[in-house]
């Protein structure tokens, strides 16, 4: 069955320090990936998506994620943190057998920023 | 242009009551879907509108929920009547036209529903 899973429920990292969330998937076919930010009182919010090509995808804030098929893994990576990122990510895969293209979800990432 | 709109943000009932939760979409997106999380639980899909017309609704828990997009335009998700478990913060997104899967879906920021 397809899946998704985010190993890390809670980080914590420094302002100015790097970032990278991760983010394993289970999917039969070529998966087409995303990650979504929540923050506090808000929808979430798409940072970026895979579909295929260049396996170094840019999304906005500044983060970025690596496909990496061997390792069937999307991660999602930022060289500078800022207090604005504290938010919970989500990384998603979508099913697209069938009519119907919903998103498969892991359980979240909820990262905290230090000063 | 105005984004999904989820109304309302917050409601707090008690069990045995009825909640209806309200979606509109983006304007011109024919595909809407509702989403559930359960605290600490991943987000799940409960169902797929494709203007009027039910897609999928293999997510929904159980014949409590009824979900309705009248004329294509807004949905609404009611609970009849609610239990402890339905608690959660439901999700509503829309898309454009299917692309196998190389769609992009907007969500709303959500109600949080709590049954006391």
């Known amino acids: 069955a397809q899946s998704v899973t985010q190993p890390d429920i809670h980080i914590t990292v420094s302002e100015g320090a790097s970032l990278e969330l991760r983010c394993n998937y289970s999917y039969g076919a070529t998966p087409y990936l995303f990650w979504y930010v929540q923050s506090p009182g808000q929808g979430l919010q798409l940072l970026l998506k895979?579909?295929?090509?260049?396996?170094l995808v840019q999304g906005i804030k500044g983060f970025e994620a690596e496909f990496k098929r061997s390792q069937s893994s999307f991660n999602l990576r930022k060289p500078s943190v800022h207090w604005s990122d504290a938010a919970e990510y989500f990384c998603a895969v979508v099913n697209y057998g069938g009519a119907t293209n919903k998103l498969i979800f892991g359980t979240g990432t909820l990262l905290a920023v230090q000063p | 242009e105005a984004g999904v709109t989820q109304f309302p943000s917050h409601s707090v009932i008690e069990k045995g009551q009825t909640v209806t939760l309200r979606c509109d979409p983006i304007?011109?997106?024919?595909?809407l879907y509702w989403y559930r999380r359960v605290m600490g639980k991943e987000i799940k899909f409960l169902l797929h509108f494709v203007k009027e017309s039910k897609q999928d609704e293999s997510g929904m828990p159980n014949n409590r929920f009824l979900a309705e997009r009248t004329g294509g335009t807004y949905s609404t998700l009611k609970v009849q009547p609610a239990e402890l478990e339905d608690s959660g913060v439901y999700f509503c997104a829309s898309s454009q036209a299917l692309g196998q899967g190389r769609t992009e879906a907007f969500f709303g920021q959500g109600t949080r529903l709590t049954v006391v």
């Open positions: 304007s011109g997106h024919d595909n």
């Open positions: 895979y579909f295929s090509g260049d396996t």
